[in-house]
């Protein structure tokens, strides 16, 4: 039993670190559509 529970927390812990490797190492594509919005006049005026 005791065994059992060393290896569940060991591949927890490997699982863990693996995925915070993953996410700090993956180059994410940025978005490549343009997003345009039209902002009234009244917005800026004094």
């Not at 693996?18 to 004094?46: M, Y």
Request: proline letters at 11%.
């Amino acid at each position: 039993m005791r065994f059992l529970v060393r290896l569940l927390v060991l591949l927890t812990i490997v699982v863990l670190v693996g995925g915070v490797a993953f996410l700090a190492t993956w180059d994410i594509p940025p978005p490549t559509h343009s997003v345009e919005k039209t902002i009234p006049n009244d917005r800026f005026d004094p």
